[in-house]
């Protein structure tokens, strides 16, 4: 295994360009314009070039579900789109329920007494996609050095397997490694939702 190998591995996976809401048309669209609008700008991420990321279904269903505003008129708003990008990483590790209950915070502004622009669902949803992009905008420098130093940590346990089997259990125990980082990262994830987005339920550690 050489390291130089993981680097086409990592550029392959992750965006080149990160979709900023710039990049989002500022005028709504129709459900058909939006399923064709994220299937250009996330391409790069299917696995297989025939996979569908989101389809009218699901859009759908999201609606109906209560997870994304619906639609107005049967026109999907930029707010709407940030919201469908999000929900696309969401639904890779998260279930249906779960997601529900993460996203029900972009549908409920805080002011009880009124909405302004500065609490409105719209606003929100604005001010978390950009803070989503700037948190994860350096995403292929940090899983690149994170690989570069397990790869030193594997091959120095394996140093003493030759040829071409011993380069396979390399990339077996990354692939185990990234398995069992992305099993604990999803399992936190649940608990933040358990904790804090689970209506009426106890926070752990606290009496009644």
């Not at 048309?25 to 459900?31: A, F, M, R």
């Amino acid at each position: 295994m050489r390291k130089e190998e993981l680097y086409p591995l990592i550029d392959e996976i992750l965006p080149h360009q990160p979709v900023l809401a710039t990049d989002i048309p500022d005028i709504d669209l129709y459900v058909d314009q939006v399923t064709g609008f994220i299937e250009k700008k996330l391409a790069q991420q299917k696995r297989h070039p025939k996979d569908k990321l989101l389809t009218k279904t699901m859009i759908n269903n999201y609606a109906k579900a209560g997870i994304l505003i619906p639609p107005r008129q049967k026109k999907y708003s930029r707010q709407h789109i940030e919201t469908l990008l999000m929900l696309y990483n969401a639904k890779q590790i998260l279930s249906i329920n779960d997601i529900s209950l993460l996203f029900s915070i972009l549908q409920k502004p805080g002011d009880k007494h009124g909405e302004t622009e500065e609490n409105s669902a719209d606003h929100l949803i604005d001010l978390v996609y950009s803070l989503v992009q700037e948190i994860n905008n350096d995403q292929a420098e940090q899983l690149q050095e994170i690989c570069e130093e397990k790869v030193d940590l594997i091959q120095e346990k394996t140093k003493n397997v030759e040829g071409e089997t011993g380069e396979l259990i390399e990339w077996f125990l990354l692939a185990m490694y990234l398995v069992a980082q992305a099993a604990i990262q999803k399992r936190l994830a649940e608990a933040i939702i358990d904790r804090y987005f689970k209506p009426n339920v106890p926070q752990k550690g606290k009496s009644n």
